[in-house]
C-alpha cells in the first residue's frame, strides 16, 4: 500500500487550466488502477478519471474531452492534466491507488485501498 500526495490545485479563472499531481512512496507499475476523484461540499465522492496499467481510461461523461488522466511511472506519479475548466468543476480532488478505482475499472477485489488528502481547486471569475 502506497501513500499519495495530491498537489497542483488553486483558483482558476473558467476557461482555464489546472494540472494535478499525485506523488507516490512507492513504485506504480504494478498498480492496476488508479484514479481522480471529486468531491464538492454536500456531495459525494465520485469518480472523475481512472487508468489502468495497461493504459485504460474512463472519464465521467462531465469531463470527457476536456480532462486527460496519465500516469508516470519513472516519476511514481499520477496526473490529471484539466482544461477548459467550468465552476461546476470547484472541488476538492482526490487520487486513489487500489480497490475503489480497480472495482470501477473490472477487477472485483484489490487488498489495499489507499488515498490521497486532497487537493482543492476553484473555478471562478
Known amino acids: 500500500q502506497v501513500q499519495l500526495v495530491e498537489s497542483g490545485g488553486g483558483l482558476v479563472q473558467p476557461g482555464g487550466s489546472l494540472r494535478l499531481s499525485c506523488a507516490a512512496s512507492g513504485s506504480i507499475v504494478s498498480i492496476y488502477a488508479m484514479g481522480w476523484y471529486r468531491q464538492a461540499p454536500g456531495k459525494e465522492r465520485d469518480l472523475v478519471a481512472a487508468i489502468t496499467s495497461g493504459g485504460r481510461t474512463r472519464y465521467a461523461d462531465s469531463v470527457k474531452g476536456r480532462f486527460s488522466i496519465s500516469r508516470d511511472n519513472a516519476k511514481k506519479t499520477l496526473y490529471l492534466q484539466m482544461n477548459s475548466l467550468k465552476p461546476e468543476d470547484t472541488a476538492v480532488y482526490y487520487c486513489?491507488?487500489?480497490?475503489?478505482?480497480?472495482?470501477?475499472?473490472?477487477?472485483?477485489?484489490?487488498?489495499?485501498?489507499?488515498w490521497g488528502q486532497g487537493t482543492q481547486a476553484i473555478v471562478s471569475s
Open positions: 486513489n491507488a487500489g480497490s475503489s478505482t480497480a472495482q470501477i475499472m473490472g477487477r472485483t477485489w484489490e487488498s489495499y485501498d489507499s
